[in-house]
């Protein structure tokens, strides 16, 4: 299995428990299953009776992007668990972007081959906001401290993930950062191309590179979706720099798109094409972000800053919410709701601001999702035919978020 096939695995997450723990178990695999919409390989529920459980540990890690381990002085105290880590180990470190989260139940010490991870105290009861949070930056934020997703000059950057497009696609890589640009991608575990999801993300990109694999047996002997990607770049009007694999052979339409490399030393001069592209870089159409509207008073400064830094941290697009804006207030909230790329409205209490803030963006065609804490209910009349995400507690609250919000998650490195 290629590496780069980690962010397409069907699960994202291998869920590994001592039998004792089953109880916190269950609760966990229902809050991420459940609530956040995660696809969790969890024993009870994934491994069928009588089947062998060691073979099936193996494919099952090997079918995630992610091995959650819960820690607990039983659990510790069982060799099974530890043998579960040494699998989930052996495979991170064929596949780096896999990755181990420890979750502790209790104040166990966590054992010898645990103490280089960092771990996540959640306990025995019921999940707070600060654990949801943390789970699920784990699984999805990046391993390095992102760039600010809302400064840089944003970069839209297509490149293979095959081990032989490796080479080059890195070398473009290192020439465009160096040159001060931020790269933006489609993110990898997106299910499939969509021409209005990357249009957004160009949207807030002031040029587009992209590196053209070589695909032998493909129509155009490299990848359709970077050929669709260059296409769509130029008709926005985007900056281009395309360097194409010494074996593609491009069709002849393509050769007529903005600003493909044919030289055949262009790879030793990609550092000055860069610098090119970053002084042709022009201002983005639109700055991307979400916006989350709710009612200031209710849930705390504390939960809201979970709830915009998680959603923030999983999807790469800054997460705004009025309470930070500046200048003229109500009409600066006005525009920002206006120009999102998705609204996050919580409902609860009814509140008549939240409301506004809704009925803005409804004017303004912005996407809209709609929260609401407590039993399920119809809305008020005119927002009956929007979805309601309901929520129970703090916990489900940044879950649900996250789970609206996935579909826009975006790559960004600087």
């Known amino acids: 299995m290629a590496e780069a096939a980690i962010g397409q695995r069907p699960h994202h997450a291998f869920l590994s428990h001592a ?45 995630s992007r992610a091995a959650i381990i819960l820690l607990s002085q039983e659990s510790v105290a069982s060799g099974w668990v530890e043998e579960e880590h040494h699998a989930a180990q052996n495979h991170r470190t064929k596949y780096k972007d896999f990755r181990v989260i420890p979750l502790r139940l209790d104040d166990a010490a966590p054992p010898d081959f645990l103490t280089n991870l960092s771990n996540i105290e959640i306990g025995k009861g019921e999940l707070d906001a600060a654990a949801a949070a943390q789970i699920l930056r784990a699984l999805y934020a990046p391993p390095d401290i992102p760039p600010d997703p809302a400064i840089g000059k944003h970069t839209y950057f297509s490149r293979g993930w095959h081990a032989p497009d490796a080479e080059l696609a890195d070398a473009m890589s290192k020439a465009l950062t160096s040159a001060r640009l931020t790269l933006v991608r489609d993110a990898e575990d997106q299910p499939a191309w969509d021409d209005k999801r990357v249009a957004r993300i160009m949207d807030g990109c002031g040029a587009f590179a992209a590196v053209l694999p070589h695909r032998r047996g493909a129509p155009a002997t490299t990848s359709s979706y970077i ?9 926005l009007g ?25 030289s055949g030393d262009a790879v030793r001069q990609l550092a000055d094409y860069a610098v090119n592209l970053a002084e042709e870089w022009q201002t983005p159409r639109r700055a991307p972000y979400i916006f989350y509207s709710t009612d200031f008073g209710a849930g705390g400064r504390g939960l809201r800053t979970e709830v ?13 919410i009025g309470e930070y804006l500046r200048g003229s207030v109500q009409e600066e909230i006005l525009h920002t709701v206006a120009n999102a790329s998705l609204v996050l409205a919580d409902i609860t209490g009814d509140s008549p601001n939240v409301y506004i803030e809704v ?15 407590g039993p399920t209910g119809r809305p008020v009349f005119m927002l009956r035919d929007q979805q309601v995400y309901d929520y129970a507690n703090d916990a489900e609250l940044v879950a649900r978020a996250v789970r ?4 826009a998650r975006r790559t960004l490195e600087a």
């Open 308 to 320: 915009v830094e998680t959603v923030q941290a999983v999807t790469g697009l800054p997460c705004l």
């Open 19 to 63: 039998h004792v723990n089953r109880v916190q178990a269950d609760n966990l695999y229902d809050f991420l299953w459940r609530v956040a919409g995660i696809p969790v390989w969890y024993d009870a529920v994934k491994l069928p009776p009588g089947a062998p459980f060691a073979r099936d540990l193996y494919k099952a890690i090997e079918n």
């Open 227 to 235: 050929l669709r990607e260059w296409r769509l770049a130029a008709e």
């Open 359 to 373: 009925g803005a963006a409804r004017a303004a065609g912005v996407p809209l999702a709609l929260l609401r804490r």
């Open 404 to 407: 609206i919000a996935y579909p």
């Open 238 to 262: 985007l900056p281009c720099l395309v360097v194409p694999h010494p074996e593609v052979t491009l069709p002849a339409e393509t050769l007529e798109l903005p600003g493909l490399l044919t």
